[in-house]
Each structure stands twice: as C-alpha cells, then as structure tokens.
C-alpha cells in the first residue's frame, strides 16, 4: 500500500511573514489527516521559519531546487546539506528549472543522487512540453527523463524517491490532463520503467504523482485512478483548495 502523498510547490511567492500567514491558515485543515503524506515546498527564505513552525505537525517541509555539490563556488546555490538542515524533502527537475534555468537530465540524475546521499527525499519531476505531446513524442520523453535522470542508482536508493508527472501544457494552465490520461503516462511510462531499472518490488512501492492544474475540483478523479499516489501543486496552496486537495487524497 503506497501512503498518498500531497505536496504544495510556493514557487516564487511568499515573504516570511506571508508564508507564516498562510501555514497558520493552512495547518489546521490538515494536521491531523496523517493518512497522507503532506509537504509545503516554500521559497528558500521561509524555510528556516518554517522549518520551526512545523516542528512536530506532522507536516513536512520541501525546498523547491539544489545544487548537487557539498560547497565551493557556486554562487547563489545551495547544498543538500544546507536544504538537510531544515527540509526532509526537494523538489527536482521541476519544468520551470529545466525550461529557464537550462537543467537537464544530467543535472537532476546529479541532484538526486546528492539528495538521497544527504537524506532528503527527492520530489523528481517530469513531463513533456506541449509540442513534444501534439509529436506523440510522450512516451519516448517520459522514458527518456526516467531513464536518464535515476539512471546508475540502486534499486534501493529509487526506492526513496518520489517522482512527479508534471505535463508542461498543464502547468499553470487551468488545462489538467485528463485523469486517465495522467495514469497510463504514470503506469506505462514511469512504473513500467522503473520496473525495467529496479524491479517490481521498487516499481510497486515508489509513490508517483501528478501535478499541473491539479485543484480542489480535480483532485477526487486523480486519486481514484490506481497508478496516481497524489499530486504536486502549484495555483490551488491556498487556504480552502490545499486543504480540499489533501482530504481527497485521504478518502
Ligand atoms: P500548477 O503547478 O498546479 O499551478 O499547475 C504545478 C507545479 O508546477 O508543480
């Protein structure tokens, strides 16, 4: 049985005092449903505030990206050990990282190593971009993020990981998948392949997600399908659709 798993990616919103306000909206609504797995991913500032606020919730707490080198000059990065000292989990791979800040597959296999190295579980995303789904291309990207980005890694190591099936089209878009859609990419294109990596055992296991316009409305019909362990969620971390995102997971 594979614990649901919601996660709130801020992005780039939020102060301090602003993510504050909004984690004491939000916490309530969703501290005690410990069926599911639940992370806010903030801005990098507000972790460390955050990190102190969720304390013994229950709640986890994500960092949105990191660099997979220990230290040294990497100006305006941070290390999985720096993200260790407030996080439990980080987002990689995200769309917006590898359309605007030129990650590729090779990056993320990097950071995802270095996360699992530092104890971080790794929230890996992926998904193809409008033009490569009108191509039929969907299969052979998707195959190719996975094989690539958890490629030289032990079956044990895939196991901590958290994967996130994020179409491009659908991010920020109002233009979810449909949820059967979502499920075959999910079933036949990452399990099936990590299957092929790691074995059935791992496969089964691995929680994957799906993320892009996931909203209170949707969610229900995502986790109903059989391969869709939970979403990652970027327009609906506010207040009332984040707590209805989380219940749907839990029923
Ligand atoms: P969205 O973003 O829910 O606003 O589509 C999801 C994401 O980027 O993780």
């Known amino acids: 049985m594979r614990k649901p798993f919601v996660a709130g990616n801020w992005k780039m919103n939020k102060t301090v005092e602003q993510a504050k306000a909004l984690v004491a909206e939000i916490l309530p609504g969703i501290q ?89 579980t790794p929230i890996v995303c992926v998904g193809e971009t409008l033009d490569e789904n009108k191509a039929n291309l969907t299969a052979e990207v998707i195959k190719r993020q996975i094989h690539q980005g958890l490629a030289e890694m032990s079956p044990e190591q895939a196991s901590k990981i958290v994967v996130a099936y994020e179409p491009v089209w659908a991010i920020g878009t109002g233009l979810a998948a449909t949820a059967p859609e979502a499920n075959t990419v999910i079933k036949s294109y990452i399990r099936d392949t990590m299957k092929e990596m790691f074995g059935a055992g791992v496969a089964e296991g691995v929680r994957i997600l799906y993320g892009g316009s996931v909203t209170a409305a949707n969610a229900a019909e ?30």
């Open 32 to 120: 005690s449903i410990d069926s599911v797995e639940r992370v806010f991913c903030p801005p990098a500032t507000s972790l460390p505030t955050l990190s102190e606020l969720l304390k013994d919730s229950g709640v986890g707490l994500g960092a949105q990206n990191m660099h997979w080198e220990a230290s040294g000059a990497y100006t305006g990065e941070l290390s999985a050990g720096m993200v260790k000292e407030f996080c439990q989990y980080v987002i990689l791979g995200h769309s917006e990282r590898r359309a605007y800040f030129a990650e590729t597959d090779g990056t993320v296999n990097k950071k995802t190593k270095a996360a699992l190295a530092a104890g971080l």
């Open 222 to 251: 995502f986790f109903s399908q059989p391969d869709i362990d939970g979403a990652l969620v970027g327009g609906a971390c506010s207040k009332p659709d984040f707590i209805q995102i989380v219940k749907a997971a839990a029923a």
